[in-house]
């Protein structure tokens, strides 16, 4: 089974806090996502990436960066964490060619920024 | 800028019910369409993908279809049960310019089945 991995479930963190969401996928995908889910938004897209070291920004990336230095691995940042980056996060992947696009993502990340 | 547009919002139906969910696209210029559920908190399983090229899957009692012409796909759910309350959504996938493959998400329909 495709597995995508998000290392914290819920963090609770302080407004100004450096914040590192972890992702890992073991199916060897090409592109790996970032999404934010929030009630009345849907899910938003705030980076992904296509290969090692090589990331585009998506429709919010605003306040967050990113990192991919293993295939395998996806971490999102938050330099300053702010209140209004409450939101659930959700990593997901898949391959890059369209004919295999199905889109796995993990269990999802419920950040908290008090 | 592709848009996509899940309705009704939300849909209560008694158990062993047929049900059609619908989800429309502004841009038929898509390669694939993806069907998710997401359970309150978790994050989304892929349920069916319709490529380009075809017209339907089915998975079990599911079936969905895809018409690239209209915009529109449906998510039909044959002899509901309590277990498929969830939320659902679509997503379509873009024209591939290149690297990554953006999908545009639909805001979802929350089922609820009852006994």
């Known amino acids: 089974d495709v597995k995508v991995t998000q290392s914290s479930r819920y963090l609770v963190k302080r407004t100004g806090e450096k914040v590192f969401l972890e992702c890992v996928q073991d199916m060897d995908h090409e592109n790996m996502f970032w999404y934010r889910q929030d009630p009345g938004l849907g899910l938003r897209l705030i980076y992904f990436s296509y290969d090692v070291k090589m990331k585009e920004k998506g429709d919010i990336p605003e306040g967050y960066s990113v990192s991919r230095e293993k295939k395998e691995r996806f971490s999102l940042i938050l330099e300053s964490a702010s209140t209004n980056q409450t939101s659930m996060y959700l990593c997901?992947?898949?391959?890059?060619?369209?004919?295999?696009?199905?889109?796995?993502f993990g269990e999802g990340s419920r950040l908290t920024v008090l | 800028k592709q848009e996509v547009t899940q309705i009704p919002a939300a849909l209560s139906v008694p158990e062993g019910e047929n049900l059609v969910l619908n989800c429309s696209f502004t841009d038929s210029a898509i390669y694939n369409l993806q069907w998710f559920r997401q359970d309150p908190g978790k994050g989304l399983t892929s349920l069916l993908l319709?490529?380009?090229?075809?017209r339907e899957q089915t998975s079990g009692r599911l079936n969905a279809s895809l018409d690239k012409s209209s915009g529109r796909s449906t998510l039909y759910i044959a002899a509901s049960q309590p277990g498929d309350s969830a939320t659902y959504l679509c997503?379509?996938?873009?024209?591939?310019?290149?690297?990554?493959?953006?999908?545009?998400f639909g805001t979802g329909t929350q089922l609820k089945v009852e006994l």
């Open positions: 997901a992947s898949n391959f890059l060619a369209e004919e295999t696009g199905e889109l796995f």
């Open positions: 997503a379509v996938s873009p024209i591939l310019t290149g690297g990554g493959n953006k999908l545009t």
């Open positions: 319709i490529q380009s090229s075809q």
